[in-house]
């Protein structure tokens, strides 16, 4: 897969300050574990899964992962995160044939 | 090449090409990963030798009958304070009978709020759900949980 696409959701919608909020980060992405074989063809296809993913919170780092081809296609991996401050949360993630793909979302905190 | 000899060429080529679709078959009959990591050593490189301690405070949340094995939620929350000198370094999932055990290390902060993963994975048999939580003391606790798998998730 050429492109993946990276939905950000953060729950709930509105929050404040020092708030800890789940975040969900879905991946459009076959997670091939290059043991699967192509029924017309017969041939394994080549492994293609995520190895890591990074999320950023106005330029800091605060959650890396090491992923494997044990997760299931189009992966939805959620955890918590501290509301600190308005900005933005990034996340990064790299598959195993080195695509490396961004996304981003506005963390606009009420009050 | 007479007509006898052409007839009989052809039946052996035939004979060896039916032959050996079936032996490269059964050489693939179970196919592994080449980042394959067995259970024990998986556990074995994260701990590095220290024994996790069972704990309630590991809430490992796995549907004990999986009917589809290729998305089984999986949802670990560990009752622990994420301080700035306390917290959860680490989550990590397993799935003992996997080809490859392992699923997903997070390395968390104390930015995160709360310690909670939750994610999907495959699980090709019936098999142990493990959720692995590495303090920053350089403590570990341990949950698991058998999931029995109807379909099978792998390959």
Known sequence: ?111 | MKRRDFLKNLSLSAATVAVIPTMSFAADDKPKASNALAYKDALAAITGGKTPEPSEKVSLKVPEIAENGAVVPVTVEIDYPMTDSDYVKAIHIFAAKNGNSRCIDAHLSPANGKAMLSTRVKLGETQEVIALAELSNGNFLIASQSVKVTIGGCG
């Not at chain 1, 404040?16 to 091939?32: I, L, T, Y």
């Open chain 1, 1 to 111: 897969m050429s492109k993946s696409k990276t939905l950000i959701k953060i729950k709930p919608n509105t929050y404040k300050n020092g708030d800890v909020v789940k975040v969900s980060f879905m991946v459009m992405h076959p997670m091939e574990t290059g043991l699967r074989k192509d029924k017309k063809t017969g041939e394994v296809i080549p492994a293609d899964y995520i190895k890591s993913a990074k999320f950023e919170y106005n330029g800091k780092v605060f959650t890396t992962m090491n992923i494997w081809e044990t997760l299931s296609v189009n992966p939805v991996i959620t955890t918590y995160m501290t509301i600190d401050g308005a900005g933005s949360l990034k996340v990064t993630f790299t598959d195993s044939k080195g695509t490396v793909e961004e996304s981003s979302e506005e963390i606009k905190p009420k009050g």
